[in-house]
């Protein structure tokens, strides 16, 4: 049984493998839970890095995929061919809309810049109110701690509102953090940062 209100999680993640162990096992985990949770996974839609790794383990459990890639990153990204569903789209902005647009909730696992452009903007359109759906960040060993830090110093130079600090979930147990995915209601009014920093 998917988790109360969220059906397909969308899973930002790198195209490489990194050298982490602990990374490979969490994105394992991960993948299994979904599949466990019958909670479609929605992702880049590359067979390559964790990105394939996330969506070789979720269809191994018996789990659904839909995969979401650019026509022009296809050779380079080597698009996924046994998913439960591979759409070609036409950018990269045609990408993360289809795939925000899909989803009900959004994780990030450790990545690189691809990865922390797409929290960012998943966290902002939450801000100004585009998306209201929750956001969280699979914590292993402590990999998102500098920027989770950051936006606390943002907070306390008054540069970022303490409500949309709130708005990513952080956890370092796959588990933990879907639950908490699945209880999150939206609790802050977006307004421009200017209008109100009490």
């Not at 995969?67 to 569903?85: A, K, N, S």
Request: proline fraction near 5%; include cysteine; hydrophobic fraction near 45%.
């Amino acid at each position: 049984m998917a988790s109360a209100g969220i059906h397909r999680v969308c899973v930002f993640c790198a195209s490489s493998p990194g050298s982490d162990p602990a990374v490979t096992e969490a994105t394992v985990a991960l993948g299994r839970l979904l599949a466990e949770r019958n909670i479609e996974l929605v992702y880049g839609g590359g067979a390559v890095g964790l990105m394939g790794l996330i969506a070789d383990t979720v269809m191994e459990a018996g789990g659904s995929v839909i995969g979401v890639i650019p026509d022009g990153l296809f050779p380079d990204e080597v698009g996924h061919q046994g998913l439960t569903r591979l759409e070609t789209v036409a950018s990269m902005h045609a990408r993360k809309a289809r795939m925000y647009d899909l989803a009900d909730a959004f994780i990030a696992l450790p990545g690189g810049f691809g990865t922390l452009e797409e929290l960012a903007e998943t966290l902002t359109w939450n801000q100004i109110g585009l998306l209201a759906k929750p956001v969280g960040v699979l914590d292993v060993g402590r990999f998102w701690q500098p920027l989770l830090s950051l936006f606390d110093d943002m907070v306390d130079r008054a540069i970022l509102k303490s409500t949309n600090r709130s708005l990513v979930f952080d956890d370092p147990d796959p588990a933990r953090l879907l639950d908490q995915l699945a209880s999150w209601e939206r609790s802050h009014d977006p307004k421009w940062i200017g209008e109100d920093l009490a």
